[in-house]
Every structure is written in C-alpha cells, then in structure tokens.
C-alpha cells in the first residue's frame, strides 16, 4: 500500500523539479533579454528585476521536493555518522515525521491561503513600476511547499520501512 503512493509522491517531485526548469528557463531567456534590450537597444525593460527574483524563488522552492527525494540535500553528519544505524533512522524518523512534515504543512497550507487571495484580490506588486500579479509566483511557491511537504511525508514513511533511500523506488528523471 505504501509503495504506490511513495511513488506518487515521488511522481509529484518529478513534475515540481520539471516547473523549476521551466522557470530556469523564463529567467535565462529574461535575463539574456534584459541584456540585449539594455546594452543593445539602450531600452532596459522594467520588467526584468520581477521576472528574476519571482524564478528564483520558484526555481529554488520547485526543486527542493526532487533534491530531497535524491537524498541531495545539505546534511551536516559530523555527530550522525558516528551513531549506530538504527538510531540514526530512528532520528531521521523523528525529525522527518514529527518536525518537519507538520512544520511544512502549516507552512504550505499558509502558501494556499496566500496564494488563493493573491488570486482573488489580483493583487499586484507593489514597488515594482511593471506591477505584476503576484498570485502565480504565490502559487509557485505553494506547489513547491506542497511537493515538499509530500517528500518529507514519504521520506519519513521510507525511514520507517527501513529503507535507505530513493533506489526503492523507480522514477525516471
């Protein structure tokens, strides 16, 4: 039962790493813009600083669901790796489970809600002469929580399972 939907979750990191180079993409192609328009045409865009700080944030909150599933992530081990291997799974377990996952879902649900109102009010930027609407980089950042959230969920079910990592499951990048 638990294997299909760590795979679905793991299904759901693969989409959210894919919309994080969708926007590396956006923000390469902006930023080759913003060069050409500035030092070529002598017409800087007034769009180009929104269109880099909005794919940075997505790029960096879309991709963290995948990295974790890589098991990638930054991990200090210098005490960890000097453990016996049961009680580090079983710290991993705690932390993963009971610190992170609720800690990430009350952060991801926050992201809906704002995200959701963005979208309904149509606010827009507020010190941006450009003044986008904020709601889709609101909701790049809650797919990205969400994904997340759902990674530190299987994570934590895989560290219960005793199994070691992401090699269980098979998900083509």
Same mark, same amino acid.
């Given at each position: 039962?638990?294997?299909?939907i760590?795979?679905?979750?793991?299904?759901?990191a693969?989409?959210? /790493?894919?919309?994080?180079?969708?926007?590396?993409?956006?923000?390469?192609?902006?930023?080759?813009?913003?060069?050409?328009?500035?030092?070529?045409?002598?017409?800087?865009?007034?769009?180009?600083?929104?269109?880099a700080?909005?794919?940075?944030?997505?790029?960096?909150?879309?991709?963290?669901?995948?990295?974790?599933r890589?098991?990638?992530?930054?991990?200090?081990?210098?005490?960890?790796k000097?453990?016996?291997k049961?009680?580090?799974?079983?710290?991993?377990?705690?932390?993963?489970?009971l $610190?992170?996952?609720?800690?990430? /879902?009350?952060l991801?649900?926050?992201?809906?809600?704002k995200?959701?109102?963005?979208w309904?009010?149509?606010?827009?930027?507020?010190?941006s002469?450009?003044?986008?609407l904020?709601w889709?980089f609101?909701?790049?950042?809650?797919?990205?929580?969400?994904?997340?959230?759902?990674?530190?969920?299987?994570?934590g $079910?895989?560290?219960?399972a005793?199994?070691a990592?992401?090699?269980?499951?098979?998900?083509?990048?």
């Amino acid at each position: 039962m638990l294997q299909p939907i760590s795979k679905l979750i793991d299904l759901i990191a693969l989409a959210s /790493a894919r919309l994080a180079e969708l926007a590396s993409a956006i923000l390469v192609t902006a930023m080759v813009w913003e060069v050409f328009a500035r030092y070529v045409l002598h017409a800087p865009t007034v769009w180009a600083f929104d269109v880099a700080y909005m794919m940075n944030g997505a790029i960096f909150l879309l991709g963290t669901a995948w990295v974790m599933r890589q098991n990638e992530h930054i991990s200090i081990d210098v005490v960890r790796k000097h453990l016996p291997k049961s009680f580090a799974r079983i710290s991993d377990l705690v932390l993963y489970l009971l $610190v992170l996952f609720p800690l990430f /879902a009350v952060l991801s649900k926050v992201s809906i809600h704002k995200a959701w109102m963005a979208w309904k009010l149509n606010e827009v930027e507020m010190v941006s002469p450009w003044a986008p609407l904020m709601w889709p980089f609101y909701a790049c950042i809650a797919l990205g929580l969400i994904a997340f959230t759902l990674q530190l969920l299987a994570h934590g $079910v895989r560290c219960a399972a005793k199994q070691a990592g992401p090699e269980h499951t098979e998900v083509t990048p």
